[in-house]
């Protein structure tokens, strides 16, 4: 999968879902492309918690292979791109609710 930023910058990561329980939770692994070496790949949990309001919690927990993984990914500025990504899940979200309530119009 490749991503951009809002700034134009090019991402590429793979990954496989192990396990989807709709409407709870995902598992997956992914793999950042842009590291010389291969074999880095992270183990991720998304649960999603139904709230009031029409609203949903999710967390999310990543398992990386070692420290240095870890540290690599935040020097990335891997926190910006999930936030990021979040945002646009939000903004898809938003236009969904939009036309479900014309619909119900």
Same mark, same amino acid.
């Given at each position: *999968?490749?991503?951009?930023?809002?700034?134009?910058? $090019?991402?590429?990561?793979?990954?496989? =879902?192990?396990?989807?329980?709709?409407?709870? *939770?995902?598992?997956?692994?992914?793999?950042?492309? &842009?590291?010389?070496?291969?074999?880095?790949?992270?183990?991720g949990k998304v649960h999603f918690e139904s709230?009031? &309001?029409?609203?949903?919690?999710? @967390?999310?927990?990543?398992?990386?292979?070692?420290?240095?993984?870890?540290? &690599? *990914?935040? $020097?990335?500025?891997?926190?910006?791109?999930?936030?990021?990504? =979040?945002?646009?899940?939000?903004?898809? *979200?938003? &236009?969904? @609710?939009?036309q479900s309530a014309k619909k119900e119009r």
């Open positions: *999968m490749d991503w951009k930023d809002k700034n134009g910058h $090019q991402f590429a990561f793979h990954g496989v =879902y192990h396990e989807v329980k709709s409407p709870e *939770m995902i598992i997956e692994t992914f793999e950042y492309e &842009g590291l010389p070496e291969k074999g880095h790949a992270a183990l709230l009031p &309001g029409n609203r949903t919690k999710i @967390t999310e927990r990543e398992v990386f292979l070692s420290v240095e993984d870890r540290d &690599g *990914m935040l $020097q990335a500025d891997m926190a910006k791109g999930v936030n990021e990504s =979040y945002e646009r899940l939000e903004e898809l *979200m938003d &236009g969904v @609710t939009k």
